[in-house]
T-cell receptor, first 114, second 110 residues
Framework: NAGVTQTPKFQVLKTGQSMTLQCAQDMNHEYMSWYRQDPGMGLRLIHYSVGAGITDQGEVPNGYNVSRSTTEDFPLRLLSAAPSQTSVYFC?????????????FGSGTRLTVV | SQQGEEDPQALSIQEGENATMNCSYKTSINNLQWYRQNSGRGLVHLILIRSNEREKHSGRLRVTLDTSKKSSSLLITASRAADTASYFCASKAAGNKLTFGGGTRVLVKP
């Protein structure tokens, strides 16, 4: 099925560990982004990319790195996990980087940092 | 900070009734989008309204946009139990970022 695939669906990390959340889309979308969702906070933008090789910071980028070597993949790296990074992470993509179209979201990764 | 604020935060209605929720935003926008999120799932795009549009329909959904008041509303007519979800507005200003509000939780009771 076409769409945005996120792995893993669930993850528990210890403080200080690092990990990579995977995101892949098969719709040839130009734009990809990562959000975190916390209770009562809505979704906050972490990083985004307007095409392969181009990334930029969103609202809450600290503690996270991204890269986009291909159109399809946009992994999110947690460098040294902290309890404050406990959240649900969503990857989203869109046909246009100009925001003229709606976003397609993955099903999310629920991350707990202990 | 949130670009959009939604009101009410929660809404409980009977099946068949209409549900209305509102969204306010702070800066000039290119478009405003509405999304639905079922419990434990990702967000699903519902409708996009451009800044030069005032009203848009999609099935049982009606969205209005008032750029002078920096506000939008989403109306779900003849609600069904399957409409139970959280609804988010998201504003697209100049640039490449889509900014989400805090959402409205809608419960449709059978």
């Amino acid at each position: 099925n076409a769409g945005v695939t996120q792995t893993p669906k669930f993850q528990v990390l210890k403080t200080g560990q690092s990990m990579t959340l995977q995101c892949a889309q098969d719709m040839n979308h130009e734009y990809m982004s990562w959000y975190r969702q916390d209770p009562g906070m809505g979704l906050r933008l972490i990083h985004y990319s307007v095409g392969a090789g181009i990334t930029d910071q969103g609202e809450v980028p600290n503690g996270y790195n991204v890269s986009r070597s291909t159109t399809e993949d946009f992994p999110l790296r947690l460098l040294s996990a902290a309890p404050s990074q406990t959240s649900v992470y969503f990857c989203a993509s869109s046909y246009s980087s100009q925001g003229r179209y709606g976003y397609t979201f993955g099903s999310g990764t629920r991350l707990t940092v202990v | 900070s949130q670009q959009g604020e939604e009101d009410p935060q929660a809404l409980s209605i009977q099946e068949g009734e209409n549900a209305t929720m509102n969204c306010s935003y702070k800066t000039s926008i290119n478009n405003l989008q509405w999304y639905r999120q079922n419990s434990g799932r990702g967000l699903v795009h519902l409708i996009l309204i451009r800044s030069n549009e005032r009203e848009k329909h999609s099935g049982r959904l009606r969205v209005t946009l008032d750029t002078s008041k920096k506000s939008s509303s989403l109306l779900i007519t003849a609600s069904r139990a399957a409409d139970t979800a959280s609804y988010f507005c998201a504003s697209k200003a100049a640039g490449n970022k889509l900014t989400f509000g805090g959402g409205t939780r809608v419960l449709v009771k059978p």
